[in-house]
């Protein structure tokens, strides 16, 4: 769980990646880089490596026991199952080509009101060309991309590619697009039937449903991939995706880190021992006091369980989002008869 972090960390460590931003240390707990030196073996690089591994255990232990606690508020089902994004035309219509440009198909996700990921099953295109093409993947937000699908194309058919891929943002819109280079073959054409068109306000783009709004694309491919550089229009470009819109509890996890940090900070502390416990036999009596590591197991799970305990009391769960079952005041009225 990425939001963890950097959150804690080991004095003396020469990596960054294993040194807190926040300030928490092991060794407030009385776990020092000596001590991890006497019980770590072959399986680990170094001490920092070490650290980390217990670390990430942490993170994972935590999100699971965040999970337990708010099982029966978690709406698990999918928001939205297996819609179409773009659709083939009944008569094929050939789209030229456009010398020194990208086109294809936009995916805006209005998140900014729930706790949601887009898995991408697969896309279809249909294109007059035979062979691989590169269909990128770019988040509009950061002008970053995330993936490349190569697609094998065969002329003048419908040709389906899995991608099985779950996009996601924190708690804003997920803005994404699916393109090509589009400068060398046509394609044939494809649009939003049945879609209305909204206001200027959602960038005039087609509205699917409450959640998603999508547009037909064109980028110079010299330019920056961002929305600023983003020419709308009816065409997808030959390019029809399949996807779902599934609840991220974890997003809104990581959107409420903070109260986690110092429970992370003893269950990693309780990890540590846990290990130095079980390596125990290959110690000499003067490297290592069982008793003694035994009771600071148990000081750092009591420890744990309590800041885990203050950590889920401070959370609330959001009042109108359909990926979380809020239970809410009623009140029944009785009227008596005059």
Known sequence: MACFDNLIGLKGSCGESALPSDGLYLNTLGISREFIENIINEDY????????????????????????????????????????????????????????????????????????KCYVSTIQTYWNYTGNVDVKVYD?????????????????????????????????????????????????????????????????AYMQNKYVYSTGVTFLNADPKT??????????????????????????ICSNANFFVSAMLYKTAYLITQYADLMSNSFSSANIDRDRLRSKMEYYEFEYNNRLEAGVKNLKIPSYDVCFSCNRLRMNKTILPS
């Not at 699971?64 to 819609?83: C, G, H, M, P, R």
């Not at 937000?141 to 058919?157: E, F, H, M, P, R």
């Not at 709308?232 to 470009?237: A, K, L, P």
């Not at 390019?239 to 599934?246: A, G, P, R």
């Open 45 to 116: 690089a170094d001490v920092d490596s070490f650290v980390l591994d217990k670390i990430s255990l942490a993170q994972d232990q935590i999100k699971s026991d965040i999970y337990s606690k708010f099982t029966a508020k978690f709406n698990v089902t999918s928001i939205l199952e297996s819609v179409r994004l773009g659709q083939f035309n009944e008569t094929p219509t050939i789209v030229p080509a456009i010398a020194g440009s990208s086109k294809g198909i936009q995916m805006r996700i209005w998140n900014d009101t729930t706790f949601a």
């Open 227 to 252: 929305q600023t550089y983003l020419d709308g229009n009816s065409d997808t470009g030959g390019i029809s995706v399949v996807y779902s819109l599934q609840c991220d509890h974890e997003a809104w």
């Open 140 to 204: 509009l937000t950061q002008g970053k991309l995330l993936d490349t699908i190569v697609v094998a194309s065969v002329a003048n058919q419908i040709v389906q590619t899995t991608i099985n891929k779950v996009y996601k943002s924190s708690s804003q819109d997920l803005n994404i697009v699916f393109i090509y280079d589009a400068s060398s073959f046509q394609s044939y054409a494809s649009s939003f039937l049945n879609s209305g068109c909204v206001s200027c306000n959602r960038g005039g």
